[in-house]
Each structure stands twice: as structure tokens, then as C-alpha cells.
């Protein structure tokens, strides 16, 4: 079974920092694109990272740049993708979900496609 589960989620302060993880399981992700994105209440669901299968290219939202980090572990069984977050504030308040897909076009929105993967999500809360 295909899995990707996102964790780290929590609360903290505005200033804050906070690392998230997805495991992803059931299949080979080594070649796989992987991402984060985030979806603020009442809002749409938008992408913050991206990393490519080799873990060499890494994209990212202008509103993360330079704050967040996104990095990968390909593992013989498990990828795991992080999620380092620094100097947090509260927009970025929301629930942030996982994805993979073949395509790095679809995970960096540039070709609109269906993601193949998804994750349930894990809920960041930034207080002021």
C-alpha cells in the first residue's frame, strides 16, 4: 500500500522553527519528485517546496524562500522528504501535505496534472 505520512506538525511562536517529515512507502519514491504544500483555512491549497528525484534541485514560493528548506533521504525502502522551517510566522498557519509524482513539472505546477501522491496532511500552527 502507497503511503505518504506527513509528521512534526504542532504549535509555536512566531520566530519559531519546526521540521517536517513524509515517509513515503508501498513503492520506489527514489525517482520520484517530491513536494510540500499548505492549505490555510478558507484558502486554497498552494505550493511552498519542491525537490527533485536526485534531491539536486529544489524550488520553492517566493513567501518560503529563505526560510524554508527542503531536503530528501532516498533510502533502499523509504523516502523521507523534510521540511525545515525557520523564522516562522503566523500565515504561514496551515495544514501542510506531502506529494510525489513522476513529473517534477506537475509537482512545481508548471504542467496541470493530477498529483500522483498524497499525503493527509499535518497541521502547523503559528502563534503571534
Known amino acids: 500500500q502507497v503511503q505518504l505520512v506527513e509528521s512534526g506538525g504542532g504549535s509555536v511562536q512566531t520566530g519559531g522553527s519546526l521540521r517536517l517529515s513524509c515517509a513515503a512507502s508501498?513503492?520506489?519514491?527514489?525517482?520520484?519528485?517530491m513536494g510540500w504544500f499548505r492549505q490555510a483555512p478558507g484558502k486554497e491549497r498552494e505550493f511552498v517546496a519542491a525537490?527533485?528525484?536526485?534531491?539536486?534541485?529544489?524550488?520553492?514560493a517566493d513567501s518560503v524562500k529563505g526560510r524554508f528548506t527542503i531536503s530528501r533521504d532516498n533510502a533502499k525502502n523509504t523516502v523521507t522528504v523534510y521540511l525545515q522551517m525557520n523564522s516562522l510566522k503566523p500565515e504561514d498557519t496551515a495544514v501542510y501535505y506531502c506529494a510525489a509524482d513522476s513529473d517534477l513539472r506537475v509537482v512545481i505546477g508548471e504542467l496541470k496534472y493530477g498529483m500522483d501522491y498524497w499525503g493527509k496532511g499535518t497541521l502547523l500552527t503559528v502563534s503571534s
Open positions: 525537490i527533485t528525484w536526485k534531491g539536486v534541485g529544489t524550488y520553492y
Open positions: 508501498g513503492r520506489s519514491f527514489s525517482d520520484y519528485s
